[in-house]
């Protein structure tokens, strides 16, 4: 079956699919504060259980409230079980794993490679026709990408020591872009919210008896109210609108031109960080966001720049 022919009139001009995207990002990026701050009395395993055991409430109560019903045609659900439990039962897995045995800076470079893997599974599989300058826009936003996490306090650092824990986080990247890519066919019938909502509470559905003791184990009365409510946001920002935002995008634009925008994450993540944690930007920092900035600009509006339109 041929590659669907992408139509360059169509999707070159912002819209609501990018407004939503730097939304979700904006909120990705204040999330990893949240995470921060929430930690410091929560166990990293509690935390994650719990989140996502309130993110699969939120949504099976959204998807309710929405009267679109539970209903799949059966070819699709095990289908969708396979891609919810890829994107939110091994996915989560693989980056709690390797977030503790690597260094936050390296956890932010390997995952800031879910673009360039998004956009390669969609060539390969026939799913998308990728343009060479969307091609050259990945990359030269991955060099923005290292300006601004090696920017951060400690750098980089890649040894024998975290190789465990980077290794686990690639993979994690790799779970991800495999969960963007086959998600495209099932946006074809199923909305951003029916979607998220399904594959993500099949994936909890796996991950919760992995995690349970560590939920059990939480110190219920000695745990603050900020705590809690950064754990709600945290699973509203992180999970409930950051996905169906990203699903939105996923349906309307395509694979590899919503996933540049997660290279906007670091962006904002250090914003955001700036003024809840006290950290500090730096000249290099603000040199890899102009560089993601306009990388983005020009791959969602710059292809007339570089071929003729092309209309279906």
């Known amino acids: 079956m041929p590659a669907p022919r992408m139509t360059f009139r169509n999707n070159t001009a912002f819209g609501l699919s990018d407004a939503l995207m730097l939304l979700a990002v904006v909120m990705w990026g204040i999330n990893f ?31 309710a409230l929405s009267g679109e019903g539970f ?25 709690i794993r390797g977030v503790s045995l690597t260094s936050a800076s ?10 360039i893997i998004v956009a390669l599974l969609s060539a390969l599989l026939g799913i998308e026709r990728i343009h060479w300058a969307a091609w050259l826009g990945i ?13 951060q306090n ?11 824990g980077d290794l686990s986080i690639f993979f994690g990247t790799i779970l991800w872009a495999l969960y963007t ?3 495209k066919p099932f ?10 909502a399904i594959t993500v ?11 349970a003791g560590d939920i059990l184990a939480i110190p219920w009365a000695r745990v603050s109210w900020k705590a809690w409510a950064f754990l709600v946001l945290s699973s509203l920002f992180g999970f409930v609108f950051g996905y169906i935002f990203w699903y939105y995008s996923v349906k309307k634009v395509g694979n590899a031109k919503t996933a540049i925008y997660s290279n906007l994450t670091p962006v904002f993540t250090a914003v955001f960080a700036v003024f809840l944690l006290g950290d500090r930007i730096r000249s290099v920092q603000v040199l890899g966001a102009a560089i993601i900035l306009t990388v983005v600009y020009l791959t969602r509006t710059g292809y007339r720049f570089f071929m003729k339109r092309r209309t279906e």
Not at 71 to 95: C, P, S
């Open 33 to 63: 504060s949240l995470i921060k701050i929430a930690l410091r009395e929560l166990t990293p395993g509690g935390f994650n259980g719990l989140r996502l055991l309130v993110t699969a409430v939120i949504f099976l109560v959204l998807l």
């Open 181 to 183: 890519v086959f998600s």
């Open 139 to 151: 990359l030269i936003s991955f060099s923005g990408l290292y300006l601004i996490i090696a920017g």
């Open 71 to 95: 209903r799949l045609e059966k070819k699709d659900a095990w289908k969708l079980l396979l891609i919810g439990v890829a994107g939110n039962t091994l996915y989560q897995i693989f980056f």
């Open 201 to 211: 509470s099949l994936g909890v559905l796996f991950y919760l008896p992995l995690t």
């Open 106 to 115: 390296n956890t932010s470079l390997i995952l800031s490679m879910s673009p």
């Open 187 to 196: 946006l074809e019938k199923l909305s951003p919210l029916k979607f998220s």
């Open 154 to 164: 400690g750098g980089l650092h890649f040894s024998a020591e975290s190789f465990k």
